[in-house]
T-cell receptor
């Protein structure tokens, strides 16, 4: 069974205190790993897609990396507005065409000023 | 840019009634849309895949007669929760593949359903 596990479940940081969120996966055939940000009561907002081990992507204070078994979302010098739940999801090979995503439970990040 | 909208954003209904939730793709066509459900502090769980012009594909454990999905046009999919019960109270989110990308998806803002 395809699984996505995120850790920690919750993370509390001081403003400026860098850290990393982890997403480990066991899937039969990875066709993309995705990071989303979700604010309370809202739908997920797309951040990054990673397709192959060694790939890295950056956006402002966020940097996502991918290995063969896990992905990290690094947050550098976070600000209070970075507080949100960060979701990791994978797309597994299921034939051609569009297929849905398998999500982890997310990491709830709180950045304190 | 491309956006996915949902209506309503929140709804309260009485037990036993039916509720319809709309998911629209704005400025792009979506032959496929996905419906997810999210309980508090839980992840998004796929309920079904909505296909324009054909029957939806439901995930194991999701009752197709209770959660009716209609994808009548290239920009609209609807989810109807029939004979709703309090345990159906949840956050329902739809998504659509982003044109021109391989596997990326846009998500709607979600619909909060409360059944009393």
């Amino acid at each position: 069974e395809d699984q996505v596990t995120q850790s920690p479940e919750a993370l509390r940081l001081q403003e400026g205190e860098s850290s990393s969120l982890n997403c480990s996966y066991t899937v039969s055939g990875l066709r993309g790993l995705f990071w989303y940000r979700q604010d309370p009561g809202k739908g997920p907002e797309f951040l990054f897609t990673l397709y192959s081990a060694g790939e890295e992507k950056e956006k402002e204070r966020l940097k996502a990396t991918l290995t063969k078994k896990e992905s990290f979302l690094h947050i550098t010098a976070p600000k209070p507005e970075d507080s949100a739940t960060y979701l990791c999801a994978v797309r597994v090979h299921a034939g051609s065409g569009n297929t849905p995503l398998v999500f982890g439970k997310g990491t709830r990040l709180s950045v304190i000023a | 840019g491309a956006v996915v909208s949902q209506h309503p954003s929140w709804v309260i209904c009485k037990s036993g009634t039916s509720v319809k939730i709309e998911c629209r793709s704005l400025d792009f066509q979506a032959t496929t849309m996905f419906w997810y459900r999210q309980f508090p502090k839980q992840s998004l769980m796929l309920m079904a895949t909505s296909n324009e012009g054909s029957k939806a594909t439901y995930e194991q454990g999701v009752e197709k007669d209770k959660f009716l999905i209609n994808h009548a046009s290239l920009t609209l999919s609807t989810l109807t929760v029939t004979s709703a019960h309090p345990e159906d109270s949840s956050f329902y989110i739809c998504s659509a593949p982003i044109p021109g990308t391989t596997y990326e998806q846009y998500f709607g803002p979600g619909t909060r359903l409360t059944v009393t």
